[in-house]
């Protein structure tokens, strides 16, 4: 699909406007644009968005949108979505190679035949998927909701949920159903070390433990809490604790500490001394190359209207039945 280079793009700092802010800001009234933001956005891509949120709330965005370009701050299959629900709008990502892992971990053919094995069962897949993968599913989820429609599918109906293993075995242990696995997994969110966690929680014994879904069991089974960017966003703020170990990507806590800047947050460490836990794709967009895709309006996303067609209609479903 898109080859991914993990190296950000180097600028002559005399190609920008002294003030980035002001220039980003001026083009969105031009292009009469909306900036959406993932909370693992970088910091300053965070201040600029309209909006920020977790995969969930930023498709209910674009889904409601009126802006006529989507400026989309997060990685290809989030853009994606936002572009399958507004076929007829301009849907710009800063940096096309902003892959996923855990997307890249599911590729069409192979699953094709997957589901053929299995010609008996629906598909719910994570949105973390292609939209190859969206076109041959049932219902689309999202780390928010995995729970939510699992419980809604009947009993008797046998499901195949793709492509997080991690986030499946979670709404298996929740829902008590059993699904058929997709073992796809983010490198981002198996990075974290149970070991280094749990030192941690030694050394800040009030910290509260908080994990996103797609971490493994070994560190999930650690958590206080469990739900995804917004769900551990508002679990934070709620908490009486002054303390968290937030086992997700480390982008989440711009937004906590701006919400509570009097509390303690946490990276959990990764398993080798790295910066592994900040999500390499996301991390390719930077506030120069957003200024400059809505200077261009380049580089757009594009899809065929016949995957387009058939990926729209698991994602209404989530959303209706969200
Ligand atoms: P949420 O946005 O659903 O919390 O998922 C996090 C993630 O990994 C996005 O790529
Ligand atoms: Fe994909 Fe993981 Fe990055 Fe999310 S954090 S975009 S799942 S690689």
Same mark, same amino acid.
Do not use: M, W
């Given at each position: 699909m898109f080859?991914?280079?993990?190296?950000? @793009?180097?600028?002559? #700092? @005399?190609?920008?406007?002294?003030? =980035?802010?002001?220039?980003?800001? /001026?083009?969105?009234? &031009?292009? @009469?644009?909306? *900036?959406?933001?993932h909370y693992y956005q970088d910091s300053d891509i965070q201040d600029i968005a309209d909006y920020i949120g977790d995969s969930l709330g930023l498709s209910q965005k674009a889904a409601a949108t009126n802006a006529d370009v989507i400026v989309f701050a997060g990685v290809h299959f989030m853009a994606e979505t936002a572009k399958i629900l507004n076929p007829d709008k301009l849907?710009?990502?800063?940096? =096309? /190679?902003?892959? $996923? #892992?855990?997307?890249? #971990? $599911?590729?069409?053919? &192979?699953?094709?035949?997957?589901?053929?094995?299995?010609?008996?069962? *629906?598909? +719910? #897949?994570? *949105?973390n998927c292609s939209a190859e993968i969206k076109a041959m599913s049932d219902i689309i989820c999202t780390s928010s909701n995995a729970v939510k429609i699992v419980q809604q599918i009947p009993q008797e109906t046998p499901i195949i949920f793709a492509p997080d293993k991690n986030l499946g075995r979670y709404v298996m242990e929740q829902t008590g159903r059993d699904l058929v696995l997709w073992e796809g997994a983010c490198i981002v969110h198996e990075t974290f070390s149970e070991k280094k966690i749990i030192e941690l929680k030694i050394d800040h014994p009030e910290? /509260? +433990? +908080?994990?996103?879904? /797609? $971490? &493994?069991?070994?560190?999930?089974?650690?958590?206080?809490? *469990?739900?995804s960017t917004t769900a551990l966003l508002k679990y934070s703020q709620q908490s009486s604790s002054r303390e968290f170990i937030v086992a997700t990507e480390p982008g989440i806590i711009h937004q906590m500490q701006k919400q509570t800047p009097n509390k303690q947050f946490i990276p959990a460490p990764s398993t080798n001394n790295c910066a592994c836990n900040e999500c390499p794709y996301m991390r390719l967009n930077t506030l120069e190359k957003l200024y400059l895709a809505m200077k261009n309006r380049t580089p757009e996303i594009t899809i065929s209207e016949q995957i387009q067609k058939a990926a729209l209609k698991p994602i209404q479903k989530m959303l209706e039945l969200s």
């Open positions: 080859a991914t280079d993990l190296t950000k @793009n180097k600028f002559q #700092s @005399n190609d920008f406007p002294a003030d =980035l802010f002001a220039a980003i800001k /001026e083009l969105k009234k &031009e292009l @009469n644009a909306v *900036i959406l933001a849907v710009l990502l800063p940096d =096309l /190679e902003a892959g $996923c #892992s855990l997307a890249d #971990s $599911c590729p069409p053919k &192979e699953f094709a035949a997957f589901k053929a094995d299995r010609p008996d069962h *629906i598909v +719910i #897949s994570y *949105i910290a /509260e +433990i +908080i994990a996103h879904p /797609e $971490c &493994e069991q070994v560190v999930l089974r650690h958590a206080d809490y *469990i739900g």
